[in-house]
């Protein structure tokens, strides 16, 4: 299996911009999560899924961001309009049946200028 | 809630040294304990993982024993190579089974 795949692997683009970033999970996963990487705050989980429906989306940090997962072979993770303090590596992980074994994509990195 | 306390970064070693990365817990219930590593560029991976006191993890040389007493799962290799420079998460599970991380260590290991 390829593994979970991200795309695009480096988004740079101007405040107030749109940025959609995707996630393609591991054949058969039917746990997928979204995590943003940055130095001030590490880790922190945004959303996550089980077979395809939103369980627990606390850790969106406003409106301006969403996620969708329409089928179990892709997802996606919207911010709009962009702000500077949205710079960081998202990433995406899957699991199969549990919520703790996961496996990571290579994250997307996004520059909001 | 639940959080994740690692010791401070980063940590560099010459090859063969024996490494440790401090790790406590705070946590309602049993929890799950891990350790994950991230490579330069790449995506974390799970490295080892204990369920239940007094468990050890183990994987590539690396030993990790959930103290519940103690609230800790320190991370332990006995001779490290230039190919163990990573950052390491500590992480926890709990009933709700949503992973808490901690902050990471980077460790440089210099041959």
């Known amino acids: 299996d390829a593994g979970v795949i991200q795309s695009p692997r480096h988004e740079v683009t101007e405040m107030g911009q749109e940025v959609t970033l995707r996630c393609k999970p591991i054949?058969?996963?039917?746990?997928l999560f979204w995590y943003r990487q940055t130095m001030m705050r590490g880790l922190e989980l945004l959303i996550y899924f089980n077979n395809n429906v939103p369980i627990d989306d606390s850790g969106m940090p406003e409106d301006r961001f969403s996620a969708k997962m329409p089928n179990a072979s892709f997802s996606t993770l919207k911010i709009q309009p962009s702000e500077p303090r949205d710079s960081a590596v998202y990433f995406c992980a899957t699991s199969e049946g549990t919520r703790e074994k996961l496996f990571f994509g290579s994250g997307t990195q996004l520059s909001v200028l | 809630g639940n959080s994740v306390t690692q010791m401070e970064g980063p940590v560099t070693l010459s090859e063969e040294a024996f490494l440790t990365i401090n790790c406590t817990y705070t946590a309602t219930g049993y929890p799950s304990l891990f350790w994950y590593v991230q490579y330069p560029g790449e995506g974390l991976q799970l490295l080892l993982k204990a369920t239940k006191a007094d468990d050890k993890g183990s994987n590539k040389g690396f030993e990790a024993t959930y103290r519940k007493e103690t609230t800790s799962f320190h991370l332990e290799k006995g001779s490290v190579q230039v190919s163990d420079s990573a950052v390491y998460f500590c992480?926890?599970?709990?009933?709700?089974?949503?992973?808490?991380f901690g902050a990471g260590t980077t460790v440089t290991v210099r041959a």
């Open positions: 054949s058969g996963h039917d746990y």
């Open positions: 992480a926890l599970s709990s009933n709700d089974y949503k992973l808490s």
